[in-house]
């Protein structure tokens, strides 16, 4: 190396040294920032709280109930007076009068409308004569809009909406104890599946090992290696599937358990093992109170309910309008505004009238067919909940012989699992002692392997009907 080469190198090994440092410098940063998981061991319960407390779904049926309420408080509000005040004048050839009025208008339940106030006309033309009234004026209906159950219809309407509300929020929080449970269970099951999976993997891996050992002192053949090793590969690939998994199975749950994305993948969650009681209650005792806590079956008598107040109403709107219209209070006569309306309190001038309006629709198709619709959704309302209450007691009938099976599963499940383990370390040992073959330990490795399976899914698989169970009969355990 001359002399000019030699400070051009040393500035390359500087250039790069100083590049390097720069990487090492922005990985350290990078993965300072990556924090791992944290692992947040669940119980059921504690599942079961988070859903109550973050699941969206829940929130927002939370929400409609608090809309159900307000819609009570606006239907009330059509019968709140109203204070109301008029200014009218009128000019023409022969004639001019200015009216003014101020009163107090409402709504009554049977369908009459009152106004409770004083008015007054001037007429500018003969002699400034004013001329006031001081007192109720009342309209009735007497067939359209008459009575209290077509007028209060959209009140009661909303308040058993409201009630519908309440049944749909329990009914979303059965779903979503159910769903939570399910989804817990997924994992748990998930969770197992890698633990034997890899229980699997490591025992094959070990069998694989010994076989080398053998085949170089001549107890084996080679074959033997190669089968134990295809199986090793078999089993790297199901530990894979199951990670995976865990992982998907993780997700969901997360999703009923929290209300933030970001917050939820900082957690890595891990399923608490547990087996629920064996269920002893008598199916006769359960089936005849089913309905009474049963939501969906409330809801349906709600929507029945809602039906026929809906067909009342619009059967009323197809009567003709004959209206009932009384004034009395007192009524005079002045030079002036004042001295007309003291004279109306001040002398014997009591005043009341009665008269009537009669209206007939002479084809009324429009109300007719809106009477028509709503008979027939009565009719619909009445039919589905006789369907409702059926598909409440099948499905219950059946989510109870699911019940029973999968307990008897879980004693079955265990046994097997534990005499294919003691079928297993027989074999391990008649190979280790050179009267058994690599075959035979992989199979029977292969069947614990699917002993465990079926025990783990058979606990998931009774825990997950146990919840179904109290679903439908509407406890939120």
């Known amino acids: 190396m001359n002399d000019l080469e030699r400070p051009r190198r040393c500035k390359e090994f500087f250039r790069i040294l100083l590049l390097g440092g720069w990487t090492l410098a922005v990985a350290s940063i990078a ?8 692992t947040l061991i669940l119980t059921k319960e504690e599942a079961m709280t988070r859903a109550l407390e973050s699941n969206l779904g829940i929130r927002i049926e939370r929400a409609r109930t608090g809309v159900a309420r307000q819609e009570i408080e606006r239907e009330k509000g059509v019968f709140d007076p109203e204070l109301s005040a008029s200014f009218t004048t009128e000019s023409g050839n022969t004639q001019s009068t200015e009216s003014v009025a101020v ?5 009554v339940g049977s369908g009459g409308t009152y106004t409770v106030g004083v008015s007054s006309n001037e007429s500018l033309l003969i002699d400034d004569r004013f001329s006031s009234f001081a007192g109720l004026t009342f309209r009735q209906p007497l067939l359209r809009n008459f009575g209290f159950t077509t007028n209060l219809a959209a009140l009661r309407i909303a308040r058993y909406q409201f009630d519908l509300t309440e049944w749909e929020f329990k009914q979303a929080l059965l779903d979503t104890f159910a769903s939570t449970i399910f989804a817990f269970n997924d994992l748990y099951e998930a969770q197992k599946n890698l633990e034997s999976s890899i229980r699997i993997r490591d025992l094959t891996h070990q069998t694989v090992l010994d076989n080398d050992k053998r085949v170089a002192l001549g107890i084996i053949a080679r074959l033997d290696i190669l089968d134990a090793q295809a199986q090793l590969a078999s089993r790297d690939e199901r530990v894979l599937a199951a990670t995976n998994s865990v992982t998907q199975a993780q997700n969901r749950i997360k999703q009923l358990t929290f209300d933030n994305a970001r917050e939820a993948l900082s957690f890595d969650l891990e399923a608490k093992a547990y087996t629920e009681p064996q269920m002893t209650d008598d199916f006769s005792s359960l089936f005849n109170g089913l309905l009474d806590s049963a939501p969906n079956y409330h809801i349906g008598v709600i929507a029945l309910e809602i039906a026929r107040l809906r067909s009342d109403r619009d059967r009323n709107q197809t009567l003709p309008t004959l209206d009932l219209i009384a004034q009395i209070g007192f009524r005079g006569t002045g030079g002036s505004l004042e001295d ?7 002398r014997d001038n009591n005043f009341y009238s009665l008269g009537a309006s009669f209206q007939f629709p ?3 198709r429009s109300a007719r067919a809106r009477e028509a619709i709503s008979a027939q959704r009565k009719r619909i309302a009445e039919v589905d909940l006789e369907r409702v209450k059926q598909a409440i007691q099948l499905e219950f009938h059946t989510s109870f012989q699911i019940l029973q099976t999968n307990f008897k599963r879980l004693d079955t499940t265990r046994l097997a699992r534990e005499l294919a383990e003691l079928s297993l370390e027989a074999e391990q ?6 009267t058994s073959s690599t075959f035979f330990v992989l199979r029977l490795q292969s069947d614990l392997a699917a002993a465990e399976l079926r025990e783990i899914s058979a606990v998931a698989n009774y825990n997950r009907s146990v919840a179904d169970f109290n679903r439908l009969r509407g406890v939120l355990e």
């Open 31 to 38: 993965s300072g920032n990556e924090q791992a998981p944290i």
């Open 103 to 107: 009163g107090l208008d409402g709504l």
């Open 340 to 346: 007309s309306i003291e004279s109306a309190f001040s």
């Open 362 to 364: 002479v084809f009324n």
């Open 429 to 434: 040992k008649k190979l280790e002692a050179g």
